[in-house]
C-alpha cells in the first residue's frame, strides 16, 4: 500500500501529466508534454535528441496504458494512476525501467553541452516538466533546489544525482527529503 504522502505526491504526478487538465492522462498529454519540453529546449524535430526523447515518451504512453488504464478506454483516471502507481512503487524493477528510464532520456536531454552533468542554466529547463501554473513557483526556487541535490556542491548535477531525486520524489515518505521539493508537496 502507498503511504500517504506517497499517495500525495503521486496525485500530484497525475495531475502534472494531465497537461491539458481534463482529469485523464492520454497520449495527447504526453505529446503535449513532450512538445512543451522540445520548445522550451529548442530540440529541433529531425534531430537524434527530439527523436530519442519523442520516442521515450510515446513508450512511456504505452507502457502506461498497458498497466495503468484498467478498461482499456485508452485514458487513464487517478483511480487507475493510482493502482497503478501501488504496483510500481512496490516493484523495484519495474520502477526502475518505466519511472528512471523516463528520468534518464530527459537529463540527456537537459544536458546540452553532453558532458554528462547539469549546469544550473541546464537544470532550469526542467521546468518546462511542469504545468505552466505550477512552473512559476519552481522557478523562483530553482537555485536552492539545485543546491540540494548538488550534494557534494561542486557546481554540476550528476546523473546519479539526478536519477536518485526521481527515486527519492516518489519512493521516500519523508516530508524533508530533498526529492519532495521536484514534485512540490511541501
Ligand atoms: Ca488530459
Ligand atoms: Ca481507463
Ligand atoms: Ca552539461
Known amino acids: 500500500m502507498l503511504k500517504k504522502l506517497q499517495k500525495k ?11 491539458n487538465g481534463n482529469g ?3 497520449l495527447d ?3 503535449a508534454q513532450f512538445e512543451r519540453f522540445a520548445g522550451q529546449q529548442k530540440l529541433e524535430s529531425g534531430t537524434p535528441e527530439y527523436n530519442a526523447l519523442r520516442a521515450e515518451q510515446i513508450k512511456q504512453w504505452t507502457s502506461l496504458q498497458l498497466v495503468a488504464d484498467a478498461n482499456n478506454d485508452g485514458e487513464v483516471t487517478v483511480d487507475e494512476f493510482i493502482n497503478y502507481a501501488d504496483r510500481v512503487v512496490n516493484n523495484p524493477d519495474a520502477f526502475e525501467s518505466y519511472m528512471v528510464g523516463g528520468a534518464e532520456a530527459y537529463f540527456n536531454a537537459l544536458d546540452k553541452n553532453g558532458d554528462g552533468t547539469l549546469s544550473l542554466e541546464e537544470f532550469k529547463g526542467f521546468s518546462a516538466l511542469s504545468n505552466p501554473g505550477e512552473a512559476k513557483g519552481q522557478e523562483a ?3 536552492e533546489v539545485f543546491k540540494s541535490i548538488d550534494v557534494n556542491g561542486n557546481g ?3 546523473r546519479d544525482e539526478f536519477l536518485n531525486l526521481f527515486r527519492e520524489s516518489v519512493l521516500s515518505d519523508n516530508i524533508n527529503s530533498t526529492g519532495n521539493k521536484i514534485t512540490s508537496v511541501n
Do not use: G, V
Not at 505526491?9 to 497537461?19: G, H, S
Open 29 to 31: 498529454d504526453f505529446i
Open 9 to 19: 505526491k503521486i496525485t500530484k504526478m497525475f495531475n502534472a501529466l494531465d497537461t
Open 24 to 26: 485523464f492522462i492520454t
Open 141 to 143: 526556487n530553482h537555485e
Open 156 to 158: 554540476k548535477i550528476s
